[in-house]
């Protein structure tokens, strides 16, 4: 039944309509039962009554089609009246069903939500309903209510339905709403995540826009750790640059404690992610929040290539002041810094610490050497003396594993990262696996 709802944001009287001609005639002949069940039957009252309105039920609906909106609204407004009379004589569980579906036909007949409402629930109620039926009725019924801003009754329905794979995919969205909109945030987010495992059980997709909303309500409710978790869902599942840029923002944005050193690392996977090539109106400020915590005295050869980078993309004009003078600062450095690399390699291996190896594994880090960078933080690691920079050893060998293809060694030492810098190392772990997974 998906795409019955996609339109779910449309005004309430509209969206009523739909859904209630969205299911057409709903069979209400006895479910089949088996030999020793007792026969379900209408009740002597019903049938005393119901067959004088049937027939007015089917020449008003014989009309559908060939009328205009209006007449067919007024034809069916002639039947509230009569609808009402029958209903003392409801009686049996199939009573109930058939005349919950001529509430729900009459009521979309005429536009009367509150009528459509009490027959989708007199139907539910009947027990009666066709196994195949009881799904698309209830997220009708869910979705009314939604509308109608019944959201007590909305999450009422609509809960169960979660573990359903087959769930129109604009269900759990109006579940999760219901709960935010009865300032129930968690409540929401944990009905999203019933509906996705639900989803990933059967091997159907996960609209990207559970995720969305996910983080949206998350946001707006102003749950930190769950924002971070819902991004890095979205960023696991779908996995574009604009979502990389999305989850990145998200993390360094809700840190309250990262240093120009863990901005860096979160810079470093914008760009590895590709996050850093969009448009330019959406990386401007990414570009200079990289380059001011690279520092161009200490990493020049990475100033020059994210500096030139942005540039070239048209997030940076070569004409600023701040360009040129990173530019400026870091261009002449890049000779003697280089030529100082072989030298760096051998103080750290001569060092009683692993201080000078963490300083020597930065700086070939910054020029995209991961061997060397991988060989230096395990060193610093090995030699100790590094405990307050531990984290950040751990982030970076990992980014250089990474770069060499050693995805499972990069897993696992992001595993190791505490503190502030979690985030960041779940961040890096996601795209860990979508390299391995050549993404």
């Known amino acids: 039944m998906r795409g019955t709802f996609a339109s779910f944001g449309r005004s309430t009287a509209a969206a009523a309509l739909a859904v209630a001609l969205s299911l057409g005639a709903v069979g209400v002949a006895a479910p089949a039962m088996a030999k ?3 026969k379900v039957t209408n009740s002597a009252e019903f049938s005393k009554v119901a067959g004088p309105f049937q027939k007015l039920f089917n020449d008003t609906a014989a009309k559908k089609g060939k009328v205009s909106d209006d007449e067919m609204k007024t034809a069916g407004t002639a ?8 209903e ?11 005349f919950g579906d001529w509430q729900r036909q009459i009521g979309g007949w005429t536009g009367d939500n509150a009528l459509l409402a009490k027959g989708l629930q007199n139907m539910l109620d009947s027990g009666q309903l066709q196994p195949n039926l009881v799904l698309t009725v209830s997220a009708m019924l869910g979705q009314i209510s939604y509308l109608a801003k019944d959201y007590p009754t909305a999450i009422k329905v609509l809960g169960p339905l979660m573990t359903n794979a087959a769930v129109d995919d604009a269900v759990p969205q109006m579940l999760a709403e219901s709960y935010a909109s009865s300032a129930q945030p968690k409540q929401a987010l944990d009905a999203l995540k019933t509906a996705i495992a639900a989803r990933k059980a059967a091997n159907a997709a996960v609209p990207e826009e559970w995720y969305n909303r996910g983080n949206r309500i998350a946001y707006t409710a102003k749950l930190p750790a769950e924002s971070t978790e819902w991004a890095l869902l979205l960023v696991a599942a779908y996995p574009t640059p604009l979502n990389w840029l999305g989850a990145t923002q998200l993390v360094r944005n809700s840190a309250t404690n990262f240093t120009s050193q863990e901005e860096l690392d979160v810079s470093r ?10 448009e330019p109106k959406f990386v401007e400020r990414e570009y200079v929040a990289y380059l001011q915590a690279i520092d161009a005295r200490r990493f020049p050869g990475e100033a020059v290539r994210i500096a030139e980078q942005g540039v070239a993309v048209g997030a940076l004009k070569p004409d600023d002041t701040f360009v040129k003078d990173v530019l400026t600062q870091a261009r002449p450095r890049i000779p003697a810094d280089k030529a100082s690399l072989p030298g760096l390699a051998k103080e750290a291996a001569a060092a009683p610490s692993g201080k000078v190896a963490l300083a020597a594994g930065d700086t070939f880090l910054s020029y995209a050497d991961a061997a060397k960078a991988d060989e230096l933080y395990t060193l610093a690691l090995s030699k100790g003396g590094v405990d307050a920079e531990k984290d950040r050893i751990l982030t970076r060998l990992a980014i250089a594993e990474i770069d060499e ?11 190791k990262v505490a503190g502030p810098r979690a985030p960041i190392a779940q961040l890096w772990a996601i795209y860990a696996d979508q390299k391995a997974a050549g993404k």
Do not use: H, R, Y
Request: proline letters at 9%; a positive charge.
């Open 88 to 98: 003392p004589n409801v009686k049996s569980p199939l009573d109930k069903l058939i």
């Open 79 to 86: 039947l509230v009246p009569e609808l009402a009379k029958l």
């Open 405 to 415: 293809g050693k995805f499972a060694d990069a897993k696992a030492n992001l595993a």
């Open 269 to 278: 996977l914008m760009d590895q992610a590709g996050a850093l090539k969009l």
């Open 36 to 38: 020793d069940a007792p």
